[in-house]
């Protein structure tokens, strides 16, 4: 685990461009629920994106540019704030075994959502 966040009362962590190692818990989003603002661009990390769907204030999520491999996780729907995400450069795939959970399809059903899956 590379972050211990039990509770965040503050809008905003920006932790990019840093040379962390590891992983983000698990569990991140459920003691975020006031974060708005979540910039981890280029800070070094890997592993599967966290569920964040507690973290239901978020305005913008950039996890851009790091090692985080395995599918985009469809808890992202859950954040109905949502303006801006990336996640380009990252070694993520869509899971398309679902046809009835289509994680693009829910992404794009948020209204003010505009995303960047490339570089």
Known sequence: MV???QYLHHHILSLSWNQLSGSLPA??????PNLQ???LHEAGLSGVLP????ASMLTLLDLGKNSFT???PS???ALTN???????MNNLTIDTSTPGANTLSCLANLGNL???LGS
């Open 3 to 5: 972050l211990n966040i």
């Open 27 to 32: 569990n991140l989003g459920l003691g975020l």
């Open 37 to 39: 603002f979540l910039y």
């Open 51 to 54: 569920n964040l769907s507690n």
């Open 70 to 72: 395995g599918f985009i």
């Open 75 to 77: 808890t992202l729907c």
């Open 82 to 88: 949502l303006q801006r995400l990336s996640l380009g």
């Open 114 to 116: 505009t995303f960047y």
